[in-house]
């Protein structure tokens, strides 16, 4: 595992975790605060 492969993984930790939590927790998205 190359050291890009691993900075890549680092990015899409935070995305990958929000993911499993929306799936696990069937929590709906947070809404972007700039929508009504």
């Known amino acids: 595992m ?3 492969r691993a900075s890549q993984l680092q ?3 935070p995305l990958l975790t929000l ?3 929306v799936l696990l927790l069937g ?6 605060a700039g929508r009504p």
Do not use: F
């Open 2 to 4: 190359g050291i890009a």
């Open 27 to 32: 929590e709906p998205l947070p809404e972007p």
């Open 19 to 21: 993911v499993w939590t």
């Open 11 to 13: 990015l899409m930790q």
